[in-house]
């Protein structure tokens, strides 16, 4: 069973608009969530972070907002740009366990 | 970006044959990991280390194993590879210490024909 679900596998946005990435959990002990993104033939780089403790993390043009109650994050791209489409990854830990499990990806391409 | 190294960057084997992965650091983080990605299946554990000679499994362990006699290095080996241990694998690194982030290699590119 996935214990971190990203249901959407592909997004198109034009540039400028804003990107919503949305993750789901099942499991109520992850207290810590991140997002990785990964362009082709390179390995994944971290992008944000959010520890259960707050409901909001802003880094630039990127926010991660977290929903305990309904057991869902979704990553905020605004202004979205060309340089954006990568496949995002949705990852969550727990209890300093140090050991993530990944969602399935979900690709992400920004039109000119 | 962290120092990590993936090597060969690609390879093409037979079915049957032993393959070992190297992963190499230069950050002297604590944890190493070894993951595969497939289409469909995003990333997927198959064994990690807290230390040397300290390893675990993750999800997808079986037909693998892994040594790490140094700090540094961390080994993924198939003791006899399988068509369906083509994938591309990933090395990751982190300091638990500092981060909960992790720091990934560029890949390898396996096929088992």
């Known amino acids: 069973d996935q214990q971190v679900k990203q249901n959407s596998p592909s997004l198109s946005v034009q540039e400028g608009r804003i990107s919503i990435l949305n993750c789901d959990y099942t499991n109520s002990m992850f207290d810590y969530f991140l997002w990785y993104k990964k362009y082709p033939a390179e390995g994944p780089t971290f992008l944000i972070s959010i520890s259960s403790i707050k409901d909001k993390n802003e880094d630039g043009r990127f926010t991660v907002f977290l929903n305990k109650s309904a057991k869902h994050l979704s990553l905020h791209i605004v202004p979205s740009q060309p340089g954006d489409s990568a496949v995002y990854f949705c990852a969550a830990e727990s209890g300093g366990s140090y050991i993530p499990t990944f969602g399935r990806g979900t690709s992400l391409i920004v039109h000119p | 970006d962290a120092g990590i190294t993936q090597s060969p960057r690609h390879k093409v084997t037979e079915t049957g044959t032993p393959v070992t992965l190297r992963c190499h650091q230069t950050?002297?983080?604590?944890?190493m990991y070894w993951y595969r990605q497939d289409p469909g299946h995003g990333l997927r554990l198959i064994h990690y280390s807290y230390g040397v000679k300290d390893t675990d499994k993750g999800e997808v362990s079986d037909g693998y194993s892994v040594s790490r006699s140094k700090t540094e290095d961390f080994l993924l080996t198939l003791e006899s590879a399988t068509s369906s241990q083509t994938s591309v694998y990933f090395c990751?690194?982190?300091?638990?210490?500092?981060?909960?982030?992790?720091?990934f290699g560029p890949g390898t590119r396996l096929t088992v024909t």
């Open positions: 950050e002297n983080h604590r944890y």
């Open positions: 990751a690194i982190s300091d638990p210490e500092s981060s909960y982030e992790q720091y």
